[in-house]
């Protein structure tokens, strides 16, 4: 049992002695259970236009402290972003979370990740779905140059047979004329 011990507590020590205590730093910031505007809300409905007007209100009014200010405007980014249809529509919501990530500096992150997470994953499914649709007109297009050149290889087959009788009856009609000739 002694030797059992002796080896716990050299197995103890030698952890102990590798491990290096950390100072104590400010502690992380607890995870956000509330949302800090009614735009937020409107956002994680689905109320994209409603959500826009309110994030750009709160952008805009001057009474907001900085942080309540850059909420908005990584509210008023990810709502352009996931409202995006064009890619100038895109760029302008891109160059928003570009502003306020610049504005934010060093300042802890306390925006709701989710609505950057949300924004991104409609835009992908919108990038999806216009690939699927590109991908079926370009099959639909492929199709159709295919039954085009059936068509064109079936006319081209027409205008030999075509000539080929053609030149038959012009057989016929010189020695119709030369029998005609010889009465």
Same mark, same amino acid.
């Given at each position: ?36 505007s009614d ?8 109320e ?9 209100r709160e ?6 402290e900085?942080d309540d ?9 990810c709502?352009?972003?996931?409202? #995006?249809?064009?890619h100038?529509? !895109?760029?302008?919501g /891109?160059?928003? $979370? *570009?502003?306020w990530d %610049?504005?934010?500096?060093d ?6 990740r ?9 835009q ?19 199709r ?9 290889a079936?006319? #081209?087959?027409t205008?030999?047979? !075509?000539?080929?009788? /053609?030149?038959? $009856? *012009?057989?016929?009609? %010189?020695n ?7 009465l």
């Amino acid at each position: 049992m002694t030797r059992f011990a002796n080896a716990v507590l050299l197995l103890y020590l030698l952890l102990g002695s590798a491990c290096a205590f950390l100072p104590p730093g400010p502690p992380p910031p607890e995870p956000r259970m509330h949302f800090s505007s009614d735009a937020e809300l409107l956002f994680l409905n689905g109320e994209y236009e409603q959500a826009l007007r309110e994030f750009q209100r709160e952008y805009e009014e001057t009474g907001y402290e900085l942080d309540d200010r850059n909420q908005a405007l990584y509210g008023l980014a990810c709502t352009q972003i996931v409202m #995006a249809r064009t890619h100038r529509e !895109l760029a302008e919501g /891109l160059a928003n $979370l *570009e502003k306020w990530d %610049e504005e934010k500096g060093d300042a802890p992150f306390l925006e709701n990740r989710r609505l950057l997470v949300l924004a991104l994953r409609h835009q992908s499914d919108v990038l999806d779905r216009k690939s699927r649709e590109r991908q079926k007109q370009e099959n639909r297009k492929d199709r159709i140059i295919a039954n085009q050149k059936k068509e064109i290889a079936n006319l #081209a087959e027409t205008v030999g047979r !075509l000539q080929k009788q /053609l030149e038959e $009856l *012009e057989a016929i009609d %010189e020695n119709f004329q030369g029998k005609r000739r010889g009465l």
